[in-house]
C-alpha cells in the first residue's frame, strides 16, 4: 500500500503556526519524522487558515525540498494552489484531488497530463458526496471517462470514494468498502483507490482503534493508497500484517522488521 503521511497541514494547530511564521524547522522536522515512520509520499495542505494559499503553498514545498526528496502529494480544493505547488515540486509529484465536476475536471486532468503524475479523483459531483456505493461508481465513471478525454491513463486515477466520519454516518463505510472492490471492473487498467483515512474517526474517542480497523477492511477490499498517520506504529504494523494476510507481501517470522528494512528511507 502507498502510504501517505498526513501531517503536513496546516489543519494541525503546529503546522498552521509554522505556516504563519514561516517557521522552516517545525515543517522540516514533521516530514522527516513521517519519511522516517515509513510515509511513501508527504501529503501537503496548508490548511483553511492561511490568508495567501498559494504563496503558503510554494513555501511549504520548498522547506519540505529542503530536507527529503520523497515524493509529494499537493492537497488543495483550490486549481491555483495545486498549479503552484506542483510548479515548485517538479517531479515526484501527485494531484489531490480534483472532483468529477467538469470545470474542475478541466482545470486540473491536463495539469495530471502534462506533469505525467497521479492524480485523485473524490467521487464528488455538482450534488455532493452520493450515499451509497453505486452513486460513487456513477461519479467514479465520469473521473475514468474525464482520463480518457484528456489523455491521462487510467491506473494513473486515484479513485477517492471519502470516507466520512463514522460518528456521523455509520452506514457510510460499508458503502466505501464496496465502492473500493468495485472500482476494480471500471476499466482495463482499472483506477487505483485512496481514502483520507483519518476522516474516518474525527470527533471520536478511539481514532486509532478506529483508524487501523478501518484501514485493515478497505485493504481487504483492494485499497491501493491511503493518507494516514504514519507516525501511529499501531496502525503501520496492522496495514503490515494485512498485506501479509492479503499475499501482498512476502511472509517471514519477523515481517514488521523485514517490510520496515525493505522501506528504509533515502531521505
Ligand atoms: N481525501 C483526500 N485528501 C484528503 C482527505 C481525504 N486530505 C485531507 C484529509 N482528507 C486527510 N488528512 C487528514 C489530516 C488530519 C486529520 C484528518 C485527515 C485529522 N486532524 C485532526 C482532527 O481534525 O481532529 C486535527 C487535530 C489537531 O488539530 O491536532 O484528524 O479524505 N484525497
Partial sequence: MLAIGERINGMFREIGRAIRRQDPEVIQRVALRQVEAGADVLDVNVGPTAEDPVAAMV???????????????????????????????????????????????????????????????????????????????????????ACLEYGVPTDRLYIDPVILPVNAAQHLPTEVFKAIGMCRTLCDPPPKTILGLSNVSQGTTQRSLLNRTCLVMALAHG?????????????????????????????????????????????
Fill in 59 to 145: 513555501w511549504l514545498v520548498n522547506t519540505i525540498r529542503e530536507v527529503t526528496a520523497a515524493p509529494l502529494s499537493i492537497d488543495s480544493t483550490k486549481p491555483e494552489v495545486l498549479r503552484a505547488g506542483l510548479q515548485a515540486a517538479g517531479d515526484r509529484v501527485m494531484i489531490n484531488s480534483t472532483t468529477a465536476v467538469p470545470e474542475r475536471m478541466a482545470a486540473l486532468f491536463p495539469l495530471a497530463a502534462q506533469y505525467n503524475c497521479p492524480i485523485v479523483g473524490l467521487t464528488i459531483d455538482a450534488s455532493g458526496v452520493p450515499r451509497d456505493a453505486a452513486g460513487r461508481m456513477e461519479v467514479a465513471l465520469q473521473l475514468v471517462a
Fill in 223 to 267: 485499497l491501493d493508497a491511503a493518507i494516514v498517520d504514519v507516525t501511529d506504529e499501531a496502525l503501520m504494523e496492522a496495514m503490515i500484517a494485512a498485506e501479509v494476510l492479503l499475499n501482498r507481501q512476502v511472509y517471514c517470522d519477523d515481517f514488521v522488521r523485514a517490510y520496515r528494512a525493505a522501506h528504509a528511507v533515502q531521505g
